[in-house]
């Protein structure tokens, strides 16, 4: 699965669907049909949640999840966005899977 790292790709998911739970927020985007089929997913986390060292372990957290949930079930011509939120991590990582399985269905 690819990542995405243009700005313009992350603004783009922000107008498809969204699912919010307590540790973080996924955003979902249906691409053209015309560009490379594969999935592509991002991570972001904003100032908001801490210094760069606590933003890194919280995409950290988001990257080992998705890789045991999202890069199983996602969908072809898709971009997903993780936006983790101040609770990630102090959330439990069972919960963790668990709320990204709900939101992929």
């Known amino acids: 699965m690819e990542h995405l790292t243009k700005r313009n790709d992350f603004i783009k998911a922000s107008?498809?669907?969204?699912?919010?739970?307590?540790?973080?927020?996924?955003?979902?985007?249906?691409?053209?049909?015309?560009e490379n089929s594969s999935p592509k997913i991002g991570y972001t986390a904003s100032k908001k949640?801490?210094?760069?060292?606590?933003?890194?372990?919280?995409?950290?957290?988001?990257?080992?999840?998705?890789v045991e949930t999202i890069f199983k079930k996602a969908q072809e011509?898709?971009?997903y966005v993780l936006i983790a939120r101040k609770q990630l991590l102090e959330y439990p990582y069972a919960s963790l899977i668990n709320d990204l399985k709900d939101c992929m269905n």
């Open 15 to 34: 107008r498809g669907q969204k699912s919010v739970t307590p540790s973080f927020v996924i955003l979902k985007y249906m691409r053209d049909f015309s």
């Open 49 to 66: 949640i801490g210094t760069a060292v606590i933003r890194n372990r919280a995409k950290r957290r988001l990257r080992s999840a998705a």
């Open 77 to 79: 011509h898709t971009n």
